[in-house]
């Protein structure tokens, strides 16, 4: 609710330290990106790449000395958004060719009740419905740039997103879109330098080390788990993540 929603804004703006959000389909569902901005007390121009871009919600920080941390957003390309913008458009394409069960017409609601978007669809396929979404060329190639600084810099690295990255550690439909685009940046890019990835959306949770060492953790939901929360520790040589 927005009582609910405003008390956890205003309590976020009482913290010191800089707040980061990965944006979700819940949210979405409720909200457009300017309400949320609103809501969530975000400055104005607080979800940029750069100052010429339209809004993005993807950060990268530096919160200490030797750790990049990167938020991403995975609902870049999404139907979840204004239908005149080009993530919704790239997005309903990609359901248009993966997934007849979801069209992606302008004129359909964007998630109509009582439809099976799973119906008759196997393996990959399986990520192209509705309420997923994916992080498009342009987040892409920041993500890579920004990987391949942290790693001339000697930083390790953490990732997070809303969507995981990685199927073992959630499953083949709660996957971002272009999951594997962004898992070849880590690899290729990182160079051994990612640590982890944190991601949601899948309630149950789930974890998963990938065949490059990175650990996938897909934290439990608050709507399926009352006590899903935690934090990170950080230390020079590991992480520990206290729930």
């Keep these: 609710s927005d009582v609910a929603g405003q008390r956890a804004a205003e309590a976020l703006s009482a913290c010191a330290a800089p707040v980061y959000r990965a944006i979700g389909n819940h949210e979405l569902y409720n909200y457009d990106w300017a309400g949320l901005r609103e809501r969530l007390n975000v400055p104005s121009r607080g979800w940029r790449v ?16 030797g750790w990049t941390v990167l938020t991403l957003n995975a609902y870049e390309v999404s139907i979840l958004q204004e239908r005149s913008l080009p993530g919704y458009r790239a997005a309903a394409a990609l359901l248009r060719e993966y997934n007849p069960n979801a069209s992606g017409d302008e004129d359909a609601e964007p998630i109509p009740q009582g439809v099976d978007f799973f119906d008759n669809l196997v393996g990959v396929k399986r990520r192209y419905v509705p309420f997923n979404g994916g992080l498009g060329e342009r987040q892409l190639r920041w993500l890579r740039a920004e990987v391949v600084a942290a790693r001339t810099r000697g930083d390790r690295i953490l990732v997070l997103s809303h969507l995981p990255l990685h199927v073992p550690a959630a499953s083949k439909q709660t996957v971002a879109y272009d999951s594997d685009e962004a898992m070849k940046i880590l690899h290729e890019d990182g160079c051994g330098r990612v640590v982890a990835v944190l991601a949601g959306h899948l309630h149950r949770g789930g974890y998963a080390v990938d065949g490059e060492g990175v650990h996938h953790v897909t934290l439990q939901s608050p709507l399926t788990h009352r006590d899903a929360y935690g934090h990170v520790d950080v230390y020079g040589d590991r992480l520990e993540l206290v729930t």
Excluded: G, I
């Design 50 to 65: 750069s100052a010429d871009d339209d809004d993005h919600c993807c950060f990268a920080a530096r919160p200490v000395e």
